[in-house]
């Protein structure tokens, strides 16, 4: 069997594929190549991408890796799909999008939310899907395409549509429609999915707007053959799509997560921790989703997550709104010329504080400013806020887990900054672990993929392909810990 992979990313504001070689040494990117696409802003609140620009990146972001790997197209042993969970598209069968799709990152069905809450229906959802009524998810957002889009409701209704997330969307194109799949953390992610009883809920569905069942896709493993490249310019017929994973399930499984109180942390433009509940759905009483990590041969893997909404974004704010530096590499230079942050906090709700705390109102501060107040205590300060989300979620966390929490992976740009995973494991207590490839939501991808015709056999090679970069052990001492998450939690008070 050839060794390498084809890893497609499909992100918020483009696609990357990568090219992953496996061997006796583990697994390496050898080609990689990024594009964006356009954002649609049609009203305030409103986020739209257009599904064929989408695809279009796709294909040209795989012809780039092949390219940049110097590897032809007919060497490729399979294909894992890793993507932006949540938004939701609907596409007629000749393949044509019947509206542009509504991003995870969409509030336009915010009222919707309310009333239904307001209704009573919070509980039913929480019980059955693990997830709150948000917006954020799928559910309201094919509702609302289904009661505003003209014509739709009746092409639904006839079987002539078809929704899909956006792996779903790459698989059915990659196919040459001949596979409408998902896989189950996708699904879980939907509002329309129980995933206790692993099926698509009518119960759900007529409460999201008497969804039509048959718009649905097939709910499958996370890996496994899911359906074969047909009819593709770029890639030859007969390569197997073999994984798939929404992208922060995809890096939980890229990091080699496999036992229960696994944890790992992604750090973007927001952060985003899961930790691997196993065979257990845990309800969480702290504020956190329970989530379907993946499922494999059958079996289900459940998770508990949280998400704060800024991280990386409050370098680029200070980079771009501030101009403190010229690129965000530059913070961990600029804060380290400083011991600490001069008593200044900053809170990174630039839009309004995520899990556990869930406060859409809160807005962003700076505390504790003097004369004496330089660049470099804001940005070691912006540091630390980041650092301290993470210190409430991950204590939700073992709250609602029970677990002990003695390792935390990271990856994700803004964990190449070693004085914040300093500062992380010294607020956290535990030892931080960041691989040699930060890129695990497409390494999860590969992994899937892998798994799913072979060459792997079983999830101990998957986790020996993993490799250590760099640990970070505290060495913050229990008190000095208490000032910071004090001043912390007193400066969350007030916004």
């Not at 210190?391 to 935390?408: E, F, I």
């Amino acid at each position: 069997m050839s060794p390498y992979i084809l890893a497609i990313d499909q992100g918020t504001t483009g696609t990357t594929s990568l090219i992953v070689r496996a061997d006796a040494s583990g697994l390496a990117i050898v080609g990689r190549h990024t594009v964006e696409f356009q954002q649609h802003f049609p009203k305030p609140s409103w986020v739209e991408h257009d599904l064929n620009e989408i695809w279009r990146s796709t294909e040209q972001a795989i012809k780039g890796a092949l390219e940049a790997a110097r590897l032809a197209a007919k060497e490729l042993a399979a294909i894992g799909i890793t993507n932006q969970r949540e938004t939701t598209g609907v596409w007629d069968k000749n393949g044509e999008p019947a509206h542009r799709a509504i991003v995870w990152q969409d509030r336009r069905t915010a009222e919707r939310c309310m009333a239904l809450r307001e209704a009573g229906h919070s509980g039913l959802v929480k019980a059955r899907t693990g997830l709150v009524l948000d917006p954020y998810f799928s559910g309201t957002k094919l509702g609302w395409l289904l009661d505003n889009v003209a014509g739709l409701r009746e092409q639904a209704g006839a079987g002539k549509l078809l929704f899909g997330t956006i792996d779903t969307w790459l698989t059915w194109k990659l196919s040459g429609g001949a596979a409408h799949v998902t896989d189950a953390s996708n699904a879980s992610r939907t509002l329309l999915y129980d995933i206790h009883k692993q099926a698509w809920d009518d119960e759900l569905c007529a409460l999201f707007g008497n969804i039509p069942m048959g718009l649905l896709p097939e709910v499958r493993d996370s890996s496994g053959i899911m359906g074969k490249t047909r009819g593709l310019g770029v890639l030859p017929d007969g390569i197997p799509i073999a994984g798939i994973a929404g992208d922060q399930q995809a890096a939980l499984f890229g990091q080699a997560c496999f036992s229960t109180g696994n944890a790992k942390c992604t750090y973007g433009t927001g952060a985003f921790a899961l930790v691997n509940t196993g065979r257990k759905a845990v309800t969480s009483e702290h504020g956190l989703l329970t989530t379907i990590a993946w499922r494999l041969g059958g079996e289900t893997t459940y998770a508990l997550e949280g998400s704060t909404f800024i991280a990386g974004a409050i370098v680029q704010w200070l980079r771009d709104g501030l101009g403190f530096f010229a690129s965000s590499q530059e913070i961990e230079t600029l804060a380290r010329t400083v011991d600490d942050t001069g008593g200044v906090v900053l809170i990174p709700a630039l839009t309004g504080l995520g899990a556990p705390h869930w406060r859409p109102e809160a807005r962003g501060a700076i505390f504790g400013l003097t004369r004496g107040t330089t660049r470099a205590h804001i940005a070691r300060a912006a540091l630390e806020g980041i650092a301290l989300q993470i210190h409430d979620l991950l204590g939700a966390m073992r709250a609602d887990s029970k677990q002990p929490l003695t390792v935390l992976r990271v990856d994700g740009g803004a964990s190449a900054n070693s004085l914040l995973m300093q500062f992380q494991a010294d607020v956290l207590g535990v030892e931080i672990h960041r691989p040699q490839v930060l890129e695990t939501t497409a390494f999860g991808a590969a992994c899937l993929a892998g798994l799913g015709v072979g060459m792997f056999s079983d999830l101990g090679e998957v986790a020996r392909a993993w490799r250590l970069e760099r640990s970070f052990a505290p060495s913050m001492s229990a008190a000095v810990v208490h000032e910071h998450v004090t001043r912390w939690q007193a400066a969350l008070g007030k916004v």
